[in-house]
């Protein structure tokens, strides 16, 4: 037995001991509580002025690499999509980033993702390479990312 630092060689370990009983039901509210600590600057949400939900965009920064940054999960509202809320969480999701020093940014989409793809791309993300079972067996991701351009930097 040894104990070490999370490696990818892990991930389908840690997603079997996390469906093994019914009381880890909670792995959503505990990243989305906890993102807001270590992301505190970088969780944006779009929220109407009586305070409802409409979308969040949670982006994140590399500890040991300050200038790189992830997008790590953009959600908007069902009932209020292709009405430009993706695109403003993303927009400022990026400049948040970008003020903070990133210069590259990455994340993670289906290939069949058709709107996430679209939206992505008009925001100068293009595919870096499809990453085989990335989030189990069939889920296939691409890698995007997002280079500051020269004039920007
Ligand atoms: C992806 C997502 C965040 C887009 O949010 P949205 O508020 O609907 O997006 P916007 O209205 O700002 O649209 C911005 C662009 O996204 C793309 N897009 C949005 N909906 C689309 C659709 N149904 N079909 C194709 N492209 C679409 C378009 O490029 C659009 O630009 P346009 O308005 O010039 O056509 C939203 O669909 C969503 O929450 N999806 C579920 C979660 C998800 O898939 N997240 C990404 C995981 S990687």
């Given amino acids: 037995m040894e104990i070490g630092i999370y490696r990818d060689s892990d991930f389908s370990g840690i997603i079997n001991l996390d469906s093994q009983t019914n009381d880890e039901k909670y792995t ?8 807001a600590s270590i992301h505190a600057d970088t969780y944006l949400v779009a929220r109407d002025k009586d305070g409802t939900v409409a979308g969040y965009c949670i982006g994140g920064i590399i500890p040991k690499k300050p200038d790189e940054g992830w997008i790590l999960r953009i959600y908007v509202d069902c009932q209020r999509r292709h009405g430009g809320i993706g695109r403003k969480l993303l927009e400022e999701t990026i400049g948040v980033l ?5 210069n590259k940014i990455y994340l993670t989409v289906s290939p069949v993702n058709g709107p996430a793809l679209s939206l992505y791309r008009k925001y100068g993300f293009s595919p870096e390479e499809r990453i085989k079972d990335y989030f189990g067996e069939g889920e296939d991701r691409f890698l995007m990312v997002r280079n500051k351009s020269p004039a920007e930097v």
């Fill in 28 to 35: 959503p509210q505990v990243y989305f509580r906890h993102a």
């Fill in 98 to 102: 970008e003020k903070s020093g990133v």
